[in-house]
């Protein structure tokens, strides 16, 4: 009401004063999200995909250079390389973890690799120890897309800040959202002072007084209007303090859940890394077709029709899903290299056989791993326990009664 009341629905200036860093509500949530997240640095942004657009050009990525990425994520995860005319280098991922597999990683390192960028898919923070080993070992920065894990734990630090640079979604289907919003975190003064820059018209401000700082150096001040406004900035203060009790909600629904559903044989149940914490942003379960004789897209479409569509979803019908998404090098930017102009740039820059680098069959395990996965967002809170009781006789039922599937 104060944000409404003052009429000020922005406070951001694109010039070097004031208004620079944004309004009073973005610089209070900056602040709060820091503490919260145990981060030197949080830098409110319009999406997480700024804020990955932001990181990487904070990183200081340019044409050619190579940046290892997972093939299982959002797409904003590799295209925010591509933006910057980076390549994006696809690793395979962990069969039990579906993060990025360290040893896979390693196998793409090359002389032009300059950043990692790891997913913590579906809230299960990514191999930290591995992975940051060998960026250390490298000297290459870790980008860790946290969209998915908010309040996810591992080694006892928060998922966000696993990296160099951390990036959050405060999008509609998040955890706790925005509409709309991003913020990136870090430690670093510069990667943080680069990533403000990106924020607010780098170009424009460019010279002068950010010209003289020094450490400021002035490659990738393309800038972009990734400011988040005074309202967005003022729910997500608000959100942020519900986060621990809906995360922690959720996961003890997942509980709930998987007791009910290891009676299903056809069905896996995630595994949790060994130190982690899960935040489910999904739940994913690995179905067996040889066990059930059916189909994985016929089981889910009988498991939808037993279930109600969740209030305000009513749209999207039961929140259950057969599979998530493709891999991201079978995307037709990648194949058909048509992401900026005709000339196939910025993969006209690498010295690789680009055709090779994104090809069907490229990261075995992600594609067998995205043929059996099924996801669904079924114990998000509200769930009540009826309506977790309603979906685990929903899986037992089908499979119970599987055979007048089988035709
Ligand atoms: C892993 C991951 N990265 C990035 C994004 C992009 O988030 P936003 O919609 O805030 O740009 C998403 C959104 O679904 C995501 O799941």
């Given at each position: 009401m104060a944000v409404l009341e003052s009429g000020r629905l922005s406070g951001f200036y694109g010039s070097y004063d004031e208004g620079f860093l944004g309004g009073e509500q973005v610089r209070h949530l900056e602040d709060?999200?820091?503490v919260h997240f145990g981060s030197d640095n949080a830098v409110a942004v319009n999406s997480a995909t700024s804020g990955l657009i932001a990181a990487v050009g904070a990183a200081g990525i340019g044409p050619g250079d190579e940046v290892i990425v997972t093939p299982i994520s959002m797409s904003a995860t590799a295209t925010a390389i591509v933006v910057w005319g980076g390549i994006p280098v696809f690793a395979d991922i962990e069969p039990e973890y579906f993060c990025l597999d360290p040893e896979s990683v390693r196998r793409a390192i090359t002389p032009r690799t300059r950043a990692i960028v790891v997913t913590d898919l579906f809230g299960l923070p990514y191999d930290r120890v591995g992975i940051n080993a060998i960026a250390a070992e490298h000297g290459l920065l870790v980008i860790e897309d946290n969209a998915q894990g908010p309040g996810a734990v591992l080694d006892e630090r928060l998922a966000g800040t696993l990296g160099d640079i951390g990036i959050f979604s405060l999008n509609y289907h998040k955890h706790i959202h925005t509409g709309e919003g991003g913020i990136a975190c870090t430690d670093d003064d510069r990667l943080a002072d680069r990533m403000r820059m990106i924020r607010n018209h780098a170009e424009a401000v460019a010279g002068g007084r950010i010209a003289d700082e020094p450490d400021m150096d002035l490659v990738n001040m393309v800038g972009f209007n990734f400011r988040l406004g005074e309202m967005e900035a003022a729910i997500a203060r608000s959100q942020l303090t519900r986060l621990d009790g809906l995360v922690g909600r959720g996961v003890s629904n997942v509980r709930y859940l998987e007791a009910g559903l290891s009676e299903v044989p056809c069905l896996t149940m995630p595994k949790l890394r060994p130190g982690a914490s899960h935040s489910y942003y999904l739940h994913s379960m690995l179905f067996d077709e040889s066990v059930a004789g059916i189909p994985r897209e016929t089981y889910v479409e009988a498991v939808a029709a037993e279930l109600a569509v969740t209030e305000g979803r009513e749209s999207d019908g039961p929140l259950v899903f057969a599979g998530y998404g493709v891999p991201l090098y079978t995307l037709p930017m990648y194949s058909k290299k048509i992401a900026f102009g005709s000339g196939g740039y910025p993969f006209s820059r690498s010295d690789r056989a680009t055709d090779e680098m994104y090809r069907p069959g490229l990261c075995p395990v992600a594609e067998d791993v995205l043929d059996r996965?099924?996801?669904?967002?079924?114990?998000?809170?509200?769930?009540?326990?009826?309506?977790?009781?309603?979906?685990?006789e929903a899986f037992t039922k089908v499979w119970e009664n599987r055979s007048e599937l089988m035709n």
């Open positions: 709060e999200w820091a996965i099924i996801v669904h967002e079924l114990f998000r809170p509200p769930a009540s326990q009826d309506d977790l009781d309603d979906v685990i």
